[in-house]
């Protein structure tokens, strides 16, 4: 895996000024039609925990798919998730989920949407955050942005590289919470790219910790997004 870019290399910042801040810290996202993620992964599901492999791909604005596989290579779930619709594979039980998108929301506050859900897998600043509404600060050498969006309060906190270091997103209402943290990154075709990505959901009593190492990315490849639910399959509406 690549060396993280020095710091040194970054544009300078005018602390003065917030819309051009905020058009520094979009210039750094990654640009793509496809995105292929694969790596090692870490799920702990309301303390059940397990280490698996996930291949992750995205076709920007129009769907993820997500294959996890034991670590003896078998396929156990599926999932393809469109802006509107989540569709979930359990190979192990023989079942099919389809919900809308609105499912999502048992995890995660109702302000997530499939935009911000692609910008976290990349790495990318979020668009519903980086807005002149919100508050800009330097923060300890390191930028800091927050705001609400309606009752979720979010703070975004960047590194050096002018990247997302960390995502805090608090529903106190709904007593859901969200927390992202990237603690690399790498250079991928000129661009700086996570090298893993770590995710804490809190949503009353359900816990979920995930940690993607990614293992190998590639931007702009032919992709496939196969799913196919099998007859032999429960399905759960």
């Given at each position: ?222 992709l496939d997004f196969p799913f196919t639910v099998p007859k032999r399959f429960e399905t759960i509406n």
């Open positions: 895996m690549a060396n993280p870019p020095v710091a040194s290399e970054t544009a300078p910042v005018n602390l003065n000024k917030k819309a051009e801040n905020l058009s520094l810290l979009r210039s750094k996202d990654i640009t793509y039609n496809t995105l292929s993620l694969k790596g090692k992964t870490s799920l702990n599901i309301d303390g059940n925990e397990n280490n698996v492999n996930m291949t992750i791909r995205i076709k920007k604005d129009e769907k993820i798919w997500i294959s996890i596989t034991a670590i003896a290579g078998i396929e156990v779930a599926r999932a393809l998730i469109t802006p509107d619709s989540l569709l979930i594979l359990n190979r192990l039980q023989s079942r099919a989920v389809l919900k809308p998108f609105s499912y999502i929301y048992n995890f995660a506050g109702k302000q997530v949407n499939f935009n911000m859900l692609q910008s976290i897998l990349s790495g990318n600043t979020v668009s519903d955050f980086t807005n002149e509404q919100a508050d800009l600060v330097l923060d300890q050498d390191m930028f800091a942005l927050s705001g609400d969006k309606g009752n979720l309060a979010f703070k975004v906190l960047f590194n050096a590289l002018l990247k997302t270091a960390e995502i805090n997103l608090n529903d106190a209402r709904a007593g859901q919470a969200l927390k992202v943290v990237y603690p690399g990154y790498q250079q991928l075709e000129g661009y700086t790219f996570p090298t893993s990505v770590k995710i804490n959901s809190f949503s009353g009593r359900k816990k979920i910790d995930i940690t993607f190492d990614f293992s190998k990315t590639e931007r702009n490849v032919q």
